[in-house]
């Protein structure tokens, strides 16, 4: 019985995150046109987006081969499995410990390599632009959110997320100068990893300094369906990664009833909500950087990790 | 009985190796040469894996050959036999890859003596237990393998590559005699039990230490001693390619293992610290420098020295937490380096098999010339492309399992009381992690510049798939690193006994964990499973795709490419292998290769095209080597003139020497 409740939880999280992950994006968007005096799509553009794209025949290009077809499949397979690995409302999911933060981490690195391939694939510039540029930031991006990971472990004593949300939500954390470094360098390779203001920018096409979107030009159809709903769940993942670790609060715990899972499921809506908004409060105050400022910006995000990881090395105090 | 098999295997290898001294020419040779050492190394490696999995009790053997009186010890104890499962797993599937890639060889007669013999050195190697066989099988095998290098001598970069191989195995070999004698001490402790028994001092055993890791290092590619590795393990025919970064290189970190934890005693803590640098800076330095690369050989070549780094700091890891008495950690952190021992082994091999099945496709090795094989050789694309995504450790193949448990160890490592280490320690780590980091953008243009695009030449376009054989053993490779990766369990328990051998410890029993999942050390802690991630990734993506393909569309139509609307035809405006690493170039190589950009632009009016010169430059050959090579010229130039003394000259030179050598003997204590 514990189990079948158990594997609903899983499904129901999995479930969750699949079907928040466009109303998300489209909260960000409308969030940021009414920052800007816009009108601004409907929330559920996204979904719109989708079943348009779904529908649509694929154009594929005559040199694209069987990489390029299967890639968006492989991605959406990644990016899903980690998103549903992550604690949303609930801290000790049923199959939260087949693969632990650091793990978590790997398979969007997976669902990264694969998709740099699929921009190398058709042969065209721009598709090679974005994929080089994608692999330089994911080589700054990726040590840095490894440092984190072991700042957070460390305090944690665990790279299991259940753990460390059960952890951080205790009292036994407190305060601590590490934390805070562990934040702000999250927060920025978040930022990185998406491929939002300042980094990159999601909402532009046609523009030289651009990263992710230049990747999958070629995409079209049901597979750019797959593949943006994918960049949807990495955003929700990383946001939800951030309000596991450092706002914990209404999570429910082990054996919870249906009361906490309800006040579970609200608090992660109220915080995906939060996090939408100062996301969109963020990229519309600032600008958008040159493509080589990017490595000065994560390899400060590095620094504060390594730092951070110092901190915790030298004294359990930090 | 397995140690007579292994060694009954041996000597079959080196009679093959002289029976192809005279058939070497004959065209069925080469099939009966590979098939034969095929058969051998698949036995002997059925022998090995019985052992170590049985945990068997070590085998002796004394052999009446060698030294006089003392004659050749053999050994074979966990240790051994984990090391000859690589040897022979690599061995076996060179050989199957051979039985189709040698048809090819245009000199067989130059390398079906040498092939059998390098493979019966190397397991010499591994199952040597005195310091003579050691060494004797140590050398045959440095120029077994030095004269498969310079198997094609016309190339003058190959006679290159042979004349820095043999300098720097000569080397090599001195510092790990040196670091024998140390270990004989005064009274010849000649056999390694000898040498476990006797317990050399701190400061002996650390220079003991040092020399071997000098001696070891330069054979497994340390920086910067890894020169020779780049110019070497390319040159050689790809199958041997395979055979010396997938596990000569192996057989390296054998000995430095052999004498680290076996014979050298208790270590010390300092000594990690030296090994934890030399691992991170190699991990780093191996990968920026493969991603400079555009010659698909040189670049895994290049890939093995990251490996090598990452398997050191392993090493580094077991040897600071023994130092400190934390046996389970140290325990966790060498199984986490030979289990990457392992993988290394199995997709290095995978990834020379692929670049030597282009080489036969295309006759080109330089990436700049290929592009599009994905089409023209799609059996080979899809492998290749599983080696490319386990060495970029990559979730649920096996390079992330070892890399995870490295991982692991690093987080254990605040307990560790020296403050030194505490601020090496995360330092290596994000090194380690840069490396891995770099590793997948450095696959990502080996892979993408070679099969995917467009192809840029008229031989990438004229390419067709490999034979049946090669295939077979890439295949093969990559279904192990498949299984490597989602059954991570069974290969950490095949690993206890080699670290309750050498450590005392071992990691807990993984077989029991529930669907298969590895935890290190505790469940609450850190786990993680292979097989459910991989099953997951298959549900959600072919869900995800049966889901759309009935409910949305299925449709498909092919047109030219999009690319913004500025579509150009020709290929040469892809993306290639320099233009790729371009962005990595600026922020890394300006610092660790001087990396300088050049553009030649023509004036408005001017029809010359413009050009784009890049500058790099090898700081450690510049600073390090190219120092000595003219100090040793000029030193040999002067000697020189020694030759042409007149015989009153040169008796007064032996005279003088003779009274130095007897005043030197009057003065020393």
């Not at chain 1, 030009?217 to 955003?235: F, N, P, Q, V």
């Not at chain 2, 680290?260 to 030296?274: H, I, R, T």
Request: aromatic content about 10%; hydrophobic content about 60%; some cysteine.
């Amino acid at each position: 019985m514990a189990l079948i409740r158990d594997m609903a939880v899983q499904g129901a999280q999995m479930l969750l995150v699949l079907l928040l992950a466009p109303l998300f994006t489209g909260f960000v968007r409308k969030v940021k046109a009414r920052l800007l005096r816009r009108q601004g799509p409907p929330l559920i553009q996204p979904y719109l987006d989708l079943m348009r794209l779904m529908r649509k025949e694929v154009v594929l290009a005559e040199s694209a081969s069987w990489l390029f077809r299967i890639i968006p499949y492989l991605v959406f397979a990644a990016t899903w499995v980690a998103a549903a690995l992550v604690p949303t409302f609930r801290t000790d999911l049923l199959f939260s410990w087949s693969a632990d933060l650091i793990a978590i981490i790997a398979l969007l690195g997976s669902g990264r390599f694969f998709l740099a391939l699929a921009g190398l694939d058709v042969g065209t510039s721009f598709g090679g632009i974005g994929s080089s540029r994608e692999v330089m930031i994911a080589s700054l991006a990726e040590p840095a959110m490894i440092m984190i990971v072991f700042t957070l472990a460390l305090i944690a004593g665990s790279t299991q997320l259940s753990t460390m949300a059960e952890f951080m939500a205790s009292s036994a954390v407190g305060l601590r100068v590490s934390l805070g470094l562990a934040l702000i360098a999250l927060v920025m390779v978040a930022i990185a990893e998406n491929g939002r203001i300042p980094v990159d920018n999601p909402a532009t096409h046609l523009e030289l300094t651009m990263v992710h979107e230049a990747m999958v030009l070629e995409y079209s159809g049901r597979h750019l369906a797959l593949i943006e709903l994918s960049s949807w769940l990495k955003l929700i993942l990383y946001v939800s990664v951030i309000a596991c670790l450092f706002a914990p609060w209404g999570l429910a715990p082990v054996g919870a009833g249906a009361t906490a899972l309800a006040v579970g499921v609200a608090a992660y809506i109220v915080k995906l909500a939060v996090g939408g908004f100062l996301l969109a409060l963020f990229e519309t105050s600032i600008a958008k950087m040159r493509v080589f400022r990017v490595p000065e910006f994560l390899g400060a995000a590095l620094m504060l990790g390594l730092l951070a990881t110092l901190l915790r090395f030298v004294s359990g105090s930090f | 009985m397995t140690l007579t098999i292994v060694l009954a295997g041996a000597a079959a290898l080196l009679t093959l190796g002289l029976l192809a001294v005279i058939i070497g020419r004959s065209p069925a040779a080469t099939r009966f040469i590979y098939g034969a050492s095929m058969l051998i190394s698949a036995i002997s490696l059925a022998a090995a894996l019985a052992h170590l999995l049985g945990a068997a009790a070590p085998e002796n053997v004394t052999l009446p050959v060698g030294l006089p009186w003392l004659g050749a010890h053999l050994r074979l104890d966990a240790l051994s036999a984990f090391f000859l499962v690589v040897v022979d797993l690599g061995a076996m599937s060179a050989s199957l890859f051979a039985l189709g890639y040698g048809e090819h060889e245009t000199a067989p007669q130059r390398v079906l003596p040498f092939y059998p013999t390098f493979l019966a050195a190397m397991t010499l190697v591994v199952c040597a237990d005195d310091a003579y066989t050691f060494l004797f099988s140590w050398e045959f095998m440095s120029l077994t393998s030095w004269a498969l290098v310079i198997s094609h001598p016309r190339l003058p970069e190959n006679v290159r590559a042979g004349y820095v191989y043999l300098v720097m195995a000569s080397f090599g070999t001195l510092t790990l005699l040196l670091a024998f004698g140390l270990l004989a001490g005064p009274d010849g402790l000649y056999t390694f039990a000898q040498m476990r028994a006797a317990h050399p001092s701190a400061a002996l055993g650390a220079l003991a230490l040092m020399l071997a890791l000098v001696g070891a290092g330069s054979k497994a590619g340390i920086v910067p001693l890894h020169v020779w590795l780049p110019l070497a393990h390319p040159a050689a025919p790809s199958h041997v390619s395979a055979l010396m970064s997938g596990v000569m290189t192996k057989v390296a970190v054998y000995g430095f293992v052999r004498i680290a934890f076996d014979l050298v005693g208790a270590p010390v803590w300092w000594w990690s610290m030296v090994v934890l640098a030399l691992g991170g800076i190699t991990a780093v330095m191996g990968v920026l420098y493969a991603l400079m690369q555009h010659d698909l050989k040189r670049l895994l070549a290049y890939h093995t020295v990251e490996n090598i780094g990452i398997i050191f700091i392993g090493l580094g890891l077991a040897l600071a937490f023994e130092a400190y008495g934390m046996v389970f950690a140290a325990a966790l952190a060498l199984t986490a380096a030979l289990l990457h021992v392992f993988n290394h082994s199995l997709f290095k091999s995978l990834l020379f098999f692929g670049a030597g099945a282009v080489l036969t496709a295309t006759g080109e090795r330089d990436m700049e010339h290929l592009g599009g094989l994905i089409h023209r050789m799609p059996q080979t694309a899809f492998v290749f492309l599983i080696g490319c995504a386990a060495i970029s450790a990559l979730p649920p193949l096996n390079g992330f399992v070892s890399e995870w448990l490295t991982f692991q160890a690093i987080l254990l490592s605040p307990e560790l009381p020296s403050w030194g280490l505490k601020f090496l320690v995360p330092a290596v780590g994000a090194l380690l992690a840069l490396s891995a980091a770099l590793a997948a953008a450095c696959f990502v243009k080996a892979y993408g510049v070679t099969f995917l695009g467009r192809p840029r030449t008229r031989a990438a376009e004229g390419a067709s798939e490999t034979d049946a054989f090669s295939l077979a053993a890439m295949f093969f490779l990559a279904a192990l690193c498949l299984v490597a990766g989602i059954l991570p369990g069974l290969f950490i328990d095949a690993l206890a006994p080699v670290s309750s051998a050498l450590i005392g410890e071992r990691m807990p029993v993984q077989i029991g964990a529930q669907w298969l999942a590895i935890v290190p050390i505790a469940a609450s802690r850190s786990s993680y499973d292979g097989l459910l991630v991989f099953l997951f990734m298959v549900i959600s993506g072919t869900l995800a795709a049966f889901a759309i393909h009935r409910l949305a569309s299925d449709r498909l139509r092919r047109a030219p490419a999009w690319d913004c609307g500025y579509p150009d035809a020709s290929p040469v405006t892809q993306y290639t292998a320099m233009s790729f690493a371009e962005p990595i170039r600026r922020v890394f190589g300006t610092v660790v290769f001087h990396a300088r950009e050049h553009v030649d632009m023509p004036p408005p009016g001017d029809t010359r095209p413009a050009r784009l010169t890049v500058e790099l430059h090898d700081l450690i050959w510049e600073a390090l080597y190219a120092p000595l090579v003219v100090g040793i010229g000029v030193a040999a130039d002067r000697f020189n003139r020694l030759q042409f003394l007149t015989i009153r000259q040169f008796l007064t030179l032996v005279f003088c020497t003779l009274v130095i050598l007897l005043l030197v003997l009057a003065i020393w204590p």
